[in-house]
Antibody, heavy 113, light 113 residues
């Protein structure tokens, strides 16, 4: 059974940092591009970033470019999102996704003083 | 960036009736190399991650009831629910994955009349 489980969310002050993790199981993690998508409270879905299966290619939404970094460890079957210089507008539920039917349950990140 | 615009923003349909949601992209998402439209439809219920319904604009994901269908090509797409059931109350999103950044429509809220 495919599972994606996010962790690492929580409350952080503006300007602070958090690292999200997404533990993958039930499939050959190293064969898939992976994505982060976020959803602010009561709002729509917004793609944040993706990374190629080997980790060599990454792309970001303009709103997070230069502040967020996506990475992966194919030996540990884990996807990461390092989030720096966090702003109030980064407050959202963050989902990791395989880009198809498989999504995690999401993890809440709240940026507030 | 490709802008995805859904219409209407909200929709109320009687049980057993047809529901139609439209999605228009600012540029074509049809690939000339494989003649596929890089367009998906997701359903999202409160507190849940999105659920993949349709990919390649018209291919129904495994396990999705056949009352859900997708159509269209190029820049204009439609999600149709042929006979609305109570469990179909949700927000529906189209998404293009033809080019980076991946972009979503703003969502259409579907309710029972």
């Amino acid at each position: 059974e495919v599972q994606l489980v996010e962790s690492g969310g929580g409350l952080v002050q503006p300007g602070g940092s958090l690292r999200l993790s997404c533990a993958a199981s039930g499939f050959t993690f190293s064969s898939y591009w992976m994505h982060w998508v976020r959803q602010a409270p009561g709002k729509g879905l917004v793609w944040v970033s993706h990374i190629s299966s080997d980790g060599d290619t990454t792309n970001y939404a303009d709103s997070v470019k230069g502040r967020f970094a996506i990475s992966r460890d194919n030996t540990q079957n884990t996807l990461y999102l390092q989030m720096n210089s966090l702003r109030a507008e980064d407050t959202a539920v963050y989902y990791c996704s395989r880009g198809d039917r498989y999504w995690g349950q999401g993890i809440l990140v709240t940026v507030s003083s | 960036d490709i802008v995805m615009t859904q219409s209407p923003d909200s929709l109320a349909v009687s049980l057993g009736e047809r529901a139609t949601i439209n999605c228009k992209s600012s540029q074509s998402v049809l690939s000339s190399s494989n003649n596929k439209n890089y367009l998906t439809w997701y359903q999202q219920k409160p507190g849940q991650p999105p659920k993949l319904l349709i990919y390649w604009a018209s291919t129904r994901e495994s396990g999705v009831p056949d009352r859900f269908s997708g159509s269209g090509s190029g820049t204009d797409f439609t999600l149709t629910i042929s006979s609305l059931q109570a469990e179909d109350v949700a927000v529906y999103y189209c998404q293009q994955y033809y080019s980076t950044p991946v972009t979503f429509g703003q969502g259409t809220r579907l309710e029972i009349k």
